[in-house]
């Protein structure tokens, strides 16, 4: 796992092997950045990265310039893991925090210009998660929520979806507000 563009692109992550995590691959990851790097301006925006797992894409926003970046993930060492190595590369924009995303979801006082969930392929609430962002309010005027999900696995209808991009196994689902 690298990250691909950027200040720090190139530099290789190396989470420890025990991380209760499926990481989006550096080609999913790739793709989507291209996708983005038309959309977005990094450098001006506040990110959220729910079930953010190694910092995959936290430290993929950092290195692009995000203003600020919220990793929240229930697992104490995935947040331990991000914490330190933003530490080790002197990134100050990342703040990781355990936290229950959907509790997270209902009690965050911030929103955010830019707001990407990777959950578990598995949970039960992954149909109506975009509903539960944008309900939250957690989401800017202008904002883009991106939820990775199986491409076997179809995603509530929400009137603020735009697109679906499939990478193979993976897909991601576009909201704006």
Aim: proline content about 6%; glycine content about 6%; hydrophobic content about 40%.
């Amino acid at each position: 796992m690298r990250i691909i563009g950027g200040q720090y692109g190139g530099i290789r992550l190396n989470p420890p092997t025990n991380l209760p995590v499926r990481p989006t691959t550096d080609i999913a990851k790739e793709a989507l950045f291209n996708i983005l790097q038309n959309r977005l301006d990094f450098d001006e925006l506040t990110c959220l990265d729910l079930f953010a797992g190694t910092g995959n894409i936290s430290f993929e926003l950092a290195s692009r310039y995000a203003h600020a970046v919220e990793s929240i993930d229930l697992h104490f060492k995935c947040v331990q893991y991000i914490a330190e190595t933003a530490k080790k590369m002197n990134i100050s924009s990342i703040k990781a925090k355990k936290a229950d995303v959907f509790k997270y979801i209902q009690t965050a006082k911030h929103k955010f210009d830019f707001i990407f969930a990777d959950p578990p392929y598995d949970i039960p609430k992954l149909p109506q998660l975009a509903h539960l962002i944008l309900e939250n309010e957690l989401l800017n005027k202008g904002g883009l929520l991106i939820i990775e999900h199986p491409s076997t696995r179809e995603m509530d209808p929400h009137p603020n979806f735009v697109e679906k991009r499939k990478y193979g196994y993976s897909s991601f689902s576009f909201y704006t507000c």
